[in-house]
């Protein structure tokens, strides 16, 4: 396990505590309290982990036992999709937990979107987590940071979002009791408005500032060190805890059964990061006893991870990753004044802040990294919603995104594959309906300028005359023109 484990070392002061942080670069290691909150390591710099001494926690004996929990779900927290595997993130007491009954999300076989990725019947699963109360996986991250922030007595919350971030972090706000208070970063613009909408209507103070998120993103962790408000993104460690029950779900949902492939979209690398500690500590526990492969995509437009991993070969080494091909990268970046740019808002994000978990993540579950354009992602995204549950174009990514590993071979038809859809479909509705809209104009405005050619998949809507007899002829013309196309 050592290249790949959770840092233990050098916590001889932390060996009272079966939780703690601790600085994931090996030549630092510092360890801090559990009751304390950092969003970097306060030596170094770099990022923190939440760690856990396993020996001396009550860990399951097989990860069937949990389904013990569904049978007592009035409890709030074996009702919520997150706390009932609570086993498995023990770092805190059950009376701080902040929960809002998050985490009630849905894996689906989805064989006409397996169909369109080149999946053999049956091997195509969709995880749906724009189920979640404000409408994407954010939720799993939120209530495990905001039970954290109520642990160490935080008022004010703050992040920088393109806005799913801002939405759950505003209802988190608004649902709960506990005196919390919203502050939310967006760049001027570049938020989806149905999520500006939550983020208004739950009360949050919003602060738009000339830029975009990875701006918005510094700022926010400048303001958040000088004011002393807790940073609510997921360079929080407590975060990235509440996000590794996704990957629980989907084993609970498979019968406990490991599938082949992991597929997620890569914006700040928070999913991916977590998806690879939660299968580094089931491994530990001899809670599965094998890994699945993860593959993380991002957006051509945003393609940072996918440059360094893919073309530069950048890896974890054991936590020793080369930061001078990665500081290289951000200079290049920086004096050619590229910003990231993709329809899919949510992982337009140059300068990923888990950049090195998600490292650590590709090397244990043998990963691979691709980027996908967004004609591949508004083509994937409206086959997800003609056979699915729906999704927004960032989320779509991960559909494309098998669908290219298995136009390589990566992927073989034979694996089980999950695709993780992050946020709901009724985000980003304008680049939906500039797809499947018959207004070229708008299709120009929206896609055309971002390079997309074709809407192959458009489900167009009909113009008609108010007039009885031609709403009835168009109908029958377009229910024949199914019956025959079918
Ligand atoms: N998918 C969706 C729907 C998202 O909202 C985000 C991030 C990502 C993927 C990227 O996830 O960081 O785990 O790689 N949204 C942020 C926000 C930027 O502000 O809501 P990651």
């Known amino acids: 396990m050592a290249g790949y484990s959770i840092p233990t070392t050098e916590r001889t002061e932390r060996s009272t505590e079966a939780a703690y942080q601790q600085c994931l670069n090996p030549s630092c290691s510092a360890t801090f309290g559990i009751d304390e909150a950092h969003f970097s390591c306060p030596k170094c710099g770099d990022l923190v982990d939440v760690v856990y001494d396993w020996d001396r926690l009550p860990v399951p004996r097989a990860l069937s036992d949990f389904e013990a929990k569904w049978s007592r779900r009035l409890d709030p927290l074996c009702f ?7 086993e498995l993130l023990p770092f805190a007491p059950a009376d701080r937990i902040v929960t809002i009954g998050e985490g009630q999300t849905l894996l689906q076989r989805a064989d006409k979107v397996g ?47 393109t806005g799913n971030t801002s939405a759950a972090l505003a209802v988190y706000c608004s649902a709960t009791d506990h005196g919390f ?33 990875d ?65 580094i500590e089931l491994k530990h526990l001899g809670l599965i006893d094998r890994v699945p492969r993860l593959a993380v995509i991002n957006a051509a437009g945003a393609r940072t991870l996918n440059e360094l991993y893919s073309a530069r070969e950048v890896r974890w080494r054991s936590g020793l990753a080369d930061s001078a091909k990665i500081g290289a990268f951000y200079n290049e970046l920086d004096a050619s004044g590229v910003k990231a740019s993709t329809i899919a808002s949510a992982i337009e994000i140059n300068r990923p802040v888990n950049l090195k978990k998600c490292l650590r993540a590709l090397e244990f579950c043998d990963g691979v990294v691709r980027q996908v354009s967004d004609q591949q992602i508004m083509d994937a995204k409206a086959r997800v919603g003609a056979g699915g549950l729906g999704c927004e174009p960032a989320s779509a990514a991960s559909v494309a995104g098998a669908k290219l590993l298995r136009e390589e071979g990566v992927i073989a038809p034979s694996d089980r594959v999950v695709c993780i859809l992050t946020g709901h479909q009724l985000k980003d509705p304008t680049a939906t309906v500039a797809y499947h809209g018959a207004d070229q104009e708008n299709f120009e405005k929206v896609l055309g300028s971002r390079g997309v050619r074709r809407a192959g998949f458009a ?26 196309g079918a």
């Open 80 to 86: 919520s999709g997150v706390w009932r595997f609570r």
């Open 115 to 161: 169909a369109f990725v080149g999946m053999s019947t049956g091997n195509l699963m969709l995880q749906y987590e724009g189920m979640n109360p404000s409408g994407s996986f954010k939720d799993n991250g939120m209530t495990a940071a905001f039970t954290h922030a109520r642990m160490v007595g935080a008022r004010r919350v703050a992040c920088a979002s």
């Open 181 to 213: 208070k919203a502050i939310i970063f967006i760049g001027s613009g570049k938020i989806a408005y149905g999520k500006l909408a939550q983020a208004l209507d739950h009360g949050a103070l919003t602060v738009q500032i000339v830029g975009d998120f």
């Open 215 to 279: 701006d918005a993103m510094t700022r926010v962790r400048e303001v958040s060190d000088r004011l002393g408000i807790y940073l609510m993104n997921s360079v929080n460690p407590f975060r990235l805890e509440g996000q590794k029950t996704i990957m629980y779900r989907v084993l609970e949902a498979n019968g406990w059964e490991v599938p082949d492939w992991i597929v997620v979209p890569g914006g700040n690398l928070g999913n991916s990061s977590a998806f690879g500690k939660a299968f």
């Open 459 to 484: 489900n167009r809507p009909v113009i008609v005359p108010n007039d009885l007899d031609d709403i009835i002829r168009t109908i029958a013309l377009y229910s024949e023109a199914e019956s025959a």
